[in-house]
């Protein structure tokens, strides 16, 4: 089932979330064949919370810490998070890695532990411009998945992926839906070679300037099995238009 996730990065405190949602929910009805996901600021998932309880849209964190509890100031557990009801945990987003430096060992060690807490992860990807124009698209791709699966390559099922290419990301500028499409099945066949037992269960979501009127673009291809967006989930009318694209 394809995945429409929202990334509402640091917007929106809970007065808006709860609007939001209240509004949301009633564009959106009853989506069928689709799973659709918030995440919103740590502080707006006990409202958020509260309001999904009953309602097909999954709720999600944006970052995680891996340890379960201790002495790590401003960080949040995988528990705390799971007892609020978070499915979804995005992790490595390229606002992580190049703003507050995550590295790949860190978002590997973050996913190890949202696979073992029994939450799904939706691991971020994705090449620079510079990287792109020096033809490193790929092995860039390559590398950020490969680190970030060491010693979980098996459970590659239990995650999904999000090629963001970092130059498409709030820019107005998305990839176009054959250059996304040439990446995604590109992961496509490493998940294949990391883990060939694999079900083949890994969603791939193309994030990077989605918009209403571009989303049907991607849609069309059967290899884009959802989306993560970022600015136009902030506004009911458009993140609804995205969720009903195909
Ligand atoms: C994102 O934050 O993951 C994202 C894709 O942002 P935007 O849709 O605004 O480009």
């Not at 917007?11 to 564009?27: A, D, G, I, M, N």
């Not at 390559?153 to 992926?161: A, C, F, K, N």
Request: proline content about 5%; hydrophobic content about 40%; overall charge negative.
């Amino acid at each position: 089932m394809r995945l429409i996730a929202a990334n509402w990065k640091m917007h929106k405190t809970q007065r808006e979330t709860k609007e939001f949602l209240e509004s949301f929910l009633k564009l959106l009805g009853n989506p069928a064949d689709r799973e659709v996901l918030i995440c919103p600021p740590f502080t707006s998932l006990c409202v958020a919370s509260e309001i999904l309880k009953d309602s097909p849209v999954k709720l999600g964190a944006q970052n995680c810490y891996y340890e379960r509890q201790g002495a790590f100031t401003g960080e949040i557990s995988l528990p705390m998070l799971k007892e609020l009801g978070c499915e979804y945990v995005i992790i490595g987003h390229s606002e992580r890695r190049n703003i507050f430096l995550e590295s790949d060992e860190l978002i590997n060690k973050k996913l190890t532990a949202c696979l073992e807490e029994g939450i799904r992860p939706i691991l971020c990807v994705g090449e620079k411009l510079e990287d792109r124009e020096a033809g490193l698209t790929f092995k860039v791709v390559e590398t950020q998945i490969r680190l970030a699966l060491s010693g979980i390559e098996s459970y590659t099922d239990s995650l999904d992926i999000a090629y963001e290419p970092v130059w498409a990301i709030g820019t107005g500028v998305p990839a176009t839906p054959e250059d996304a499409v040439s990446v995604h099945r590109f992961i496509r066949e490493l998940l294949g070679k990391l883990n060939p037992k694999s079900e083949g269960k890994t969603r791939i979501l193309y994030g990077g300037s989605v918009k209403p009127d571009n989303a049907k673009e991607f849609m069309k291809y059967e290899e884009i099995q959802g989306f993560l967006v970022g600015g136009a989930s902030l506004k009911p009318e458009s993140f609804v238009q995205i969720v009903n694209s195909f």
